[in-house]
T-cell receptor, first 115, second 111 residues
Framework: GAVVSQHPSWVICKSGTSVKIECRSL??????MFWYRQFPKQSLMLMAT?????????EQGVEKDKFLINHASLTLSTLTVTSAHPEDSSFYIC???????????FGQGTRLTVV | QKEVEQNSGPLSVPEGAIASLNCTYS??????FFWYRQYSGKSPELIMS????GDKEDGRFTAQLNKASQYVSLLIRDSQPSDSATYLC???????????FGKGTKLSVKP
């Protein structure tokens, strides 16, 4: 299957700081990437859809000024958690698909812990 | 009604048995369905995709889709302890193809 790489795999940061997470499609171009968040024992919740060259589309209840998404190229999308708080601690996962109508592949995920 | 519903389990089966995982969805126009496996602390990995009514087999896995009943299932034959994980049902939605996930069913295969 297609390869999606996410970095870092885990990060610990202090409250009030910002953290950037990268998502790369390694062997295909992705005009669209998706960012999910998963709290313990919960399912994946879509946060936003990242579109290359345009603004991201955020799901209801997700603060766009707090979760900044940049999709500057066809192989890279970044999610920046700004002014992080302990309640932002979660597992963040990106996904992308080579073809709009087929399966999506996921990055390894980023475990964010805000202390 | 939630968009994608799964029994959270846990579902416990003995090694070698058939595990049956079920999922229902609410959007009648959905066309693409996926099963992902997620081990604890890891991201989901694709097991099966299914797009038309009927059965689709891949090794020990069989996905079944019934669009009239808005129902999709996953059968795992000859279950192994390594199959112990949470299985997520996902339905594609929207023009950009984002996935809506169920809460997942936790499967435990006992040796």
């Amino acid at each position: 299957g297609a390869v999606v790489s996410q970095h870092p795999s885990w990060v610990i940061c202090k409250s009030g700081t910002s953290v950037k997470i990268e998502c790369r499609s390694l062997d295909f171009q992705a005009t669209t990437m998706f960012w999910y968040r998963q709290f313990p024992k919960q399912s994946l919740m879509l946060m936003a859809t990242s579109n290359e060259g345009s603004k991201a589309t955020y799901e209801q209840g997700v603060e766009k000024d707090k979760f900044l998404i940049n999709h500057a190229s066809l192989t890279l999308s970044t999610l920046t958690v700004t002014s992080a708080h302990p309640e932002d601690s979660s597992f963040y996962i990106c996904s992308a698909r080579p073809d709009p109508n087929t399966e999506a592949f996921f990055g390894q995920g980023t475990r964010l812990t805000v202390v | 009604q939630k968009e994608v519903e799964q029994n959270s389990g846990p579902l416990s089966v003995p090694e070698g048995a058939i595990a049956s995982l079920n999922c229902t969805y609410s959007d009648r126009v959905s066309q693409s369905f996926f099963w992902y496996r997620q081990y604890s602390g890891k991201s989901p990995e694709l097991i099966m995709s299914i797009y038309s009514n009927g059965d689709k087999e891949d090794g020990r896995f069989t996905a079944q889709l019934n669009k009239a009943s808005q129902y999709v299932s996953l059968l795992i034959r000859d279950s192994q302890p390594s199959d112990s994980a949470t299985y997520l049902c996902a339905v594609m939605k929207g023009s950009q193809g984002n996935l809506i996930f169920g809460k997942g069913t936790k499967l435990s295969v006992k040796p």
